[in-house]
């Protein structure tokens, strides 16, 4: 009896998530071919409300991208890969504490803000780094141009209300 | 020692490892962000392009309306007809032949107060920028220099060929621009960056100046200007905007009557004229094909070259004379035969959702195998031979609409007497097109291009096609072409190339959508014909927002106008709604109601990933409808206790109202009769079988007839029910004048198709 519920439980959830991942792709299949362009795979995957880091993004794509890789993903192996994803609850999006805790790790001092130099050197040397539009960006709503400092946690508190 | 350098060593190398993961942290939140930022940027676009092109669809349908009431009405009374007739012919009574006169604006006094720019003719390059500069300054041209000015257009346009040609022997630089649509920031914008027009410097202005935007008036104005002042190198194409029938519909009409209350008639009369005059393309160096749509499989450019452009009044759908006639003798042949056949109304929609999102015509619901005939047209009748016409009918389908529309049983069984020689001396007087010149005149002008090869009727727009990679080469092999530059649809980067870069879609109407929605661009060609791209974004605003907050603004904007049409179908979504609650339960899941909006609407918008911003409060992941269609509804409340199914009725039709308002209201006075009004409601609701009772209607006029003079000022009534947003009074100052960019010269296209 409960494997059956599981089963119909899964395959409910299977039709949902395909539904949901169908539409995320077509946003981006321009030409209406069931094909989107390969460095548009990354808002897919993070639209459908998975958080991978640049990394396993790269080895998602590798799963999905042709033999000999044409600049295009097409859906039929998408769907497949992205429903285990979902299904796995792989790459969860990040809590908000534990994204604080990763801020008061850059900021020993328990200051409370970064300095816009600061900020810049994490985000460009360290980690994966952003690229410079990317910095720019992030710039733009972090930085208070006052202090020229972010204050880091209502930097987060404004981001999730804004998800919200 | 060792051991304590060690673990200075360990716990530096912890420390940099902690660092280096929070930093990655923070990277992989961050990137998730602006992935969804980027989501939401494209769903937006997407709210807007389905809703604008779901309304121009709903003009067609309108029109299609009017052709079947002059077709099949039978109106009872003397006023019945007068008033049809009234309305749906066009004004080209004899004493219109006065437009040629001069008297016509040379009698109008210019008062000494009059502190606006004064023309004289013929004009002088100075005069021009002059005209730029007095409009920067939000002056106001005087109706006598309008229309001045437009006879002069006029006289100039009459001359050239439908095809102009320029050479970049004569001009070093040739700059192609896009839609401007009203909006007169951007042509000032593009001249500051750019430079004014000179004999060095050649500019095509590729259709669309007017509608939408505030300025059209203005934009005209400098557009001829310079092109008297630069004829050989200053160039004009014919958008499908500049359309007086369009112009009811999308607010250049509007704009006229507004700032010019005494002589507002006068200038749209001359200025319907004039727009047929405005060639339909141009040529540079024999190598680029500019023009306003595009192209089909059927593109002669001889044909387009040698027809008389000056016969397409309007690409709106009539059926010509002889269609009329034949359908009008087939008519008459049943009738005798007392056959009780109810021909379907070709038209008529089957339900009454919408047409398919544009962006998957290959899903669209009615498969056309190949390109399908786009409809013909003529030039309307005139009043003599439509009511022979109106007079002419036996539908028993009409015969249903009169009686639920209130009319009398009593029809009139008179002889058609509109006679072959009749039809014929008419047909002397007023040239109408072939339906072969016609369709391919729609075709440049309405066309979109597509990824898949082929060419198919455009039924997202109404009019003209979808062509392929295939067309455009064929065509540009044909006559040795080796670009076509198009405008026609507003692109987020204000330009895209596509078909292997041989056609470039161009488009200078910034921020067209809502603030922030898109940057405009124009194409400079040098002797090489390379196209240089250049962007900007006439609104510096925009400039000091993050992308986030331009993103939501505009999100905003395209939210609203999505729940407003998600009100305007209240009804028939809940019908939907209680298909997927068997049970009664009162709630649905959310894969359900997705189903249901998209089964009404029709708009092939990814309401999974819109739905968060749609539905806020859940219940156990499931969604309380009822509850949930009562809060659309209450954002659209208005100060009248109206019905809400009412409300929902004017809202859906709010556009198609609108446009009715100012096709009865023939003298662009801004006010209709009561009974017109009734009239005309009567038969469009049973038309579109809407389920309003006339009481309802009557009500609603009487109440809105404040002054109780048996009169509706169209504004105030459209007003009063927000059905429009409160019109800006003529001396709307725009928040920032100068214009900043962000160019982007070079002929790269990031994600280009």
Redesign the interface.
Known sequence: MADDRDRDGTEVAVA?FH??IK??F???D????STV?VREV??????LG?????GELHDLIAEVEEEEPTGYIRFEKFLPVMTEVLLERRYR??PED??L???E??D?AKRGFLTKGELIK??TE?????SQE?ME??L??AIDPETNSINYKDYITM?VI??? | MGSGISTQHHFAFQNAEKAFKAAALIQRWYRRYMARLEMRRHCTWSIFQSIEYAGQQDQVKLHNFFSYLVDHVTPSSHNERDFLTRMLTEQRSPQDSEMENRSDYESIEVPDSYTGPRLSFPLLPDHATALVEAFRRKQRLHARYVLNLLHEARKHLVQLPNINRVSTCYSEEVTVCGDLHGQLDDLIFIFYKNGLPSPERAYVFNGDFVDRGKDSVEILMVLFAFMLVYPKEFHLNRGNHEDHMVNLRYGFTKEVMHKYKIHGKKILKLLQDVFCWLPLATLVDEKVLILHGGVSDRTDLELLAKLDRHKIVSTMRYKTRKEKKKQAEEKGKANQTGSAERPSPWFLPQSRSLPSSPHRPSTHKAPRAGRSSSVPCGVPPDPKELSHRVRHSVDLELERCRQQAGFPAIREREEPSASESEVDSDAEEQPEPTPEEWRQVVDILWSDPMAQEGCRANTVRGGGCYFGPNVTERLLQKYNLQLLIRSHECKPEGYEFCHGRKVLTIFSASNYYEVGSNRGAYVKLGPDLTPHIMQFQANKATHTLTMRQRISRVEESALRALREKLFAHSSDILVEFKKHDKDETGLITLSDWAAAVESVLHLGLPWRMLRPQLVSSLTDNKLAYKSWLENLAKEKLSQQNIQSSLLETLYRNRSNLETIFRIIDSDHSGSISLDEFRHTWKLFSSHMNIDITDDCICDLARSIDFNKDGHIDINEFLEAFRLVEQSCSGGDVSDCPQATDSSNSGCSSPGAH
């Open positions: 949902e539904k949901k539409e995320a077509e946003v981006f321009h030409e209406s071919n362009d990354g808002t897919i995957i993070r639209s998975c958080c991978p880091s640049e999006p990040i534990i994204l805790r990763a801020f790790v850059l020993p994490y985000m360290e980690g994966e780094p952003f990317e960006e992030m733009s709503a981001m804004d998800e919200n």
